[in-house]
């Protein structure tokens, strides 16, 4: 099995409904998340008996949203494009310069496995730079299957 790893890749075109935050400092991560989670109570998508698919989705946001935060340049801003096979997420900063570094050789019990653990939870990532601004995506299922984490 590879290591998932985090590649310079362009954000695939993505339909749907779009819900956007602009956030300015990690405390304002648990509006947002509630913010998310009151979007997708209102959407029509299928969902898991657990809501785990919803659920993947609140956890990358969140782990994106705060790498950008406390890594990042503001302004930072978290969208998400809802369409009819998954979520795509796409959070941004103006830190066009510093790409996302998943850990390496760090004890797990001091945190930093935020990009290892997204890669995981979808079925594709990447990051680009656009006019300025660094931008880290994931796209998620809205279903939770059997299948192969997304690895480059």
């Known amino acids: 099995m590879g290591r998932p790893v985090w590649p310079l890749r362009p ?3 993505g339909r749907g409904e779009v819900w956007r935050w602009n ?7 648990p509006a947002a998340r509630a913010g998310l989670r009151a979007r997708l ?3 029509g ?3 898991d008996p657990e809501d785990q698919a ?3 989705l609140v956890l990358a946001f969140d782990e994106l ?3 950008a935060l406390r890594h990042g340049e503001s302004p930072v801003v978290a969208t998400v494009i809802a369409g009819s096979g998954g979520w795509l997420l796409d959070v941004s900063d103006r830190a066009a310069d510093a790409m996302p570094t998943p850990a390496v050789g ?3 019990a001091q945190g930093g496995l935020g990009l290892y653990l997204v890669a995981r939870l979808s079925v594709a990532h990447g990051w ?3 006019s300025g601004c660094k931008h880290v995506w994931a796209c998620l299922p809205t279903t939770i299957q059997d299948r192969e984490p997304a690895y480059s």
Request: aromatic content about 8%; hydrophobic content about 40%; glycine content about 8%.
């Open 11 to 13: 954000l695939p075109d």
């Open 23 to 29: 956030l300015g400092a990690v405390a304002e991560l």
């Open 41 to 43: 109570d209102g959407v």
């Open 45 to 47: 998508f299928p969902r």
């Open 54 to 56: 919803a659920e993947r």
């Open 65 to 67: 949203a705060s790498n």
């Open 106 to 108: 760090r004890d797990p």
């Open 128 to 130: 680009y730079v656009d």
